[in-house]
């Protein structure tokens, strides 16, 4: 590890200042992803501020218009959260396909979502269910969040505070997972709400992407037999030692078909 100033602010005020205030400072979550990476000397910081002693950071809300999880909230809690089994049950399921129980005890939704990893969960989670990223400066909609390979729309030094879910009226989850990690090597989240369907990949791409065609024939028929037929091209899907591209373009085929199924499970 390259040396670097740790510092625990107790606001995020505080962590905003001491963020700016700093040559190459980064935030810290559950350290799940940035710790190894620094360890590995693949990544450097001059000043770390570690976000897990600011109050009102974490936790889950119901309110209205959808579920309000905080940046700080572990998987675990989504996982087990009553709230979120209820309103969005595909959620509570991605939350519990993530790694495993260390991982998802430490492991926060800001963090997954800001490391933009090409194989994590909550990217489809995001972008499938249409939710909104809010940070301390303003309100980023899930179809402009993620970027890039581990790439966001997030500016320096912008902290992600909490993410909205509107809830649909009928959501699916479905991950072919990598046996050792767990992380995706193809998952969906489809969800269905007012005529209109989002269906989102992850573990496919360089980042998470929609699948256009897809949501055209759910829209006109919710059913995994709508999606007959519809084949995603293996040109410029990740290959790597686990999966090889036409593997990956077959697996969104039936991670969708399984993620649709799901949604319409009693
Ligand atoms: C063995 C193992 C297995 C895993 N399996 C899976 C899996 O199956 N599926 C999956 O999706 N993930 C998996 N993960 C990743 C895990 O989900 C982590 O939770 C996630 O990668 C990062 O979250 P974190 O809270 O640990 O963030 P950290 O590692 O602390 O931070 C990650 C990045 O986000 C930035 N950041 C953190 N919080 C904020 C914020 N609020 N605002 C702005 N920037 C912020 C940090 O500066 C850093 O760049 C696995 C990890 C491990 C170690």
Redesign the pocket.
């Given at each position: 590890m390259y040396p670097f100033t740790y510092h625990r602010p107790a606001s995020l005020d505080d962590a905003r200042a001491r963020l700016a205030a700093s040559e190459d400072g980064?935030?810290?979550?559950?350290?799940?992803?940035?710790?190894?990476t620094m360890r590995f000397r693949l990544s450097s910081c001059s000043d770390l501020v570690d976000?897990n002693a600011i109050d009102g950071?974490a936790g889950i809300e119901r309110h209205e218009g959808g579920i309000r999880i905080g940046?700080?909230t572990r998987?675990a809690a989504v996982e087990a959260s009553a709230e979120v089994r209820e309103a969005i049950p595909a959620l509570a399921a991605l939350a519990g396909?993530?790694?495993?129980v260390q991982?998802r005890n430490?492991?926060?939704i800001?963090?997954?979502i800001?490391?933009a990893?090409p194989?994590?969960?909550?990217p489809a989670g995001i972008l499938g269910l249409g939710a909104s990223v809010n940070t301390d400066r303003r309100s980023i909609a899930a179809d402009d969040f993620f970027t890039g390979l581990y790439e966001t729309a997030?500016e320096d030094g912008?902290?992600?505070?909490s993410v909205d879910f509107p809830v649909p009226e009928r959501a699916g989850w479905a991950k072919f997972?990598n046996q050792a990690?767990?992380?995706?090597v193809v998952a969906v989240m489809v969800s269905l709400a007012g005529g209109a369907v989002r269906l989102a990949v992850t573990g496919a791409k360089s980042h998470v992407f929609r699948v256009p065609e897809m949501e055209a024939a759910l829209a006109a028929d919710f059913s995994a037999e709508a999606l007959e037929g519809i084949a995603v091209a293996s040109e410029g899907l990740n290959e790597d030692l686990h999966a090889d591209a036409a593997y990956r373009a077959h697996l969104v085929g039936v991670m969708a078909k399984r993620a649709v199924r799901a949604a319409l499970a009693p």
């Open positions: 980064r935030p810290l979550a559950g350290g799940m992803s940035l710790i190894p976000l950071l940046a700080m998987h396909s993530i790694g495993d991982v430490r492991g926060t800001g963090g997954s800001c490391f990893d194989a994590a969960d909550y997030l912008e902290l992600v505070v997972g990690s767990r992380f995706a």
